[in-house]
């Protein structure tokens, strides 16, 4: 699937464009480890409008990923990293944002599988979420005895649907998280982008080593239809 992906993506410029609007948002992360394209949820749609002002204004361009963790996540979007200042290296990030939070939109059929977009947000009863903040989902596989474990310590007796905890153990994803930070879109290509930032050597902040900006924009309406297309084939 992915091949064929692949060679559709390369081959853009030559599809003709199909008839409407665009059901879907799509977005693009560049960075020196690759690109990754991704679907913005309808589910969500404060944080998916949010999420789409803000790139247009170019706010995440130069903004780097500030903290990894392998088989966990990776996370970005921090104003502050773009800080001559405060975002010099070996500083620690994670604290700047937009002055402003966003209602958590959770949704039963949303849950953080491998290569989610997902808020950040700091400790709040109403688990909002940081106006800019996000991170993308690594993850690791799960067995039944480590979600059964974990539905009893962590999620304090809430049970994960069958379905998911199938994709749990299958392709994997952080699964403590759910219901407790808004996802909001997913991965559609380049996860592998992803794999290769949490990879990185970091500090014991978990910053990488070597900074990683990134740039982000909208695809534009015809690419949207064109990927929307390509992925109902796929699916």
């Known amino acids: 699937m992915k091949t064929f992906l692949i060679c559709i993506l390369f081959l853009f410029t030559s599809l003709s464009t199909m008839a409407g609007a665009p059901k879907n948002q799509y977005i693009r992360i560049k960075t020196s480890y690759g690109f990754c394209i991704i679907r913005l949820y309808n589910q969500t749609p404060k944080h998916r409008d949010n999420f789409i002002k803000l790139v247009k204004q170019g706010f995440y361009d130069g903004?780097?990923?500030?903290?990894?963790?392998?088989?966990?996540?990776?996370?970005?979007?921090?104003?502050?990293?773009?800080?001559?200042?405060?975002?010099?290296?070996?500083?620690?990030?994670?604290?700047?944002?937009?002055?402003?939070?966003?209602?958590?939109?959770?949704?039963?059929?949303?849950?953080?599988?491998?290569?989610?977009?997902?808020?950040?947000?700091?400790?709040?009863?109403?688990?909002a979420s940081s106006g800019c903040q996000f991170y993308i989902v690594e993850g690791k596989r799960f067995t039944d005895g480590k979600l059964d474990t974990l539905e009893r310590d962590r999620l304090k007796g809430r049970k994960i649907p069958e379905w998911q905890r199938a994709y749990y153990k299958t392709v994997g994803g952080v699964p403590h998280l759910d219901q407790n930070y808004t996802v909001f879109g997913e991965v559609v290509f380049g996860l592998d982008m992803v794999d290769r930032i949490a990879a990185v050597k970091k500090d014991k902040n978990d910053r990488p080593l070597e900074d990683v900006p990134m740039t982000i924009n909208l695809l534009s309406k015809k690419e949207c239809r064109q990927l929307d297309g390509i992925l109902q084939i796929n699916n």
């Open 63 to 127: 903004t780097l990923f500030h903290r990894v963790i392998q088989n966990f996540m990776i996370q970005g979007g921090d104003p502050d990293s773009k800080d001559k200042e405060k975002g010099k290296p070996g500083s620690e990030l994670g604290n700047g944002d937009v002055g402003y939070t966003i209602p958590a939109e959770f949704r039963d059929s949303i849950f953080h599988k491998r290569g989610v977009l997902a808020a950040a947000r700091d400790d709040n009863p109403e688990k």
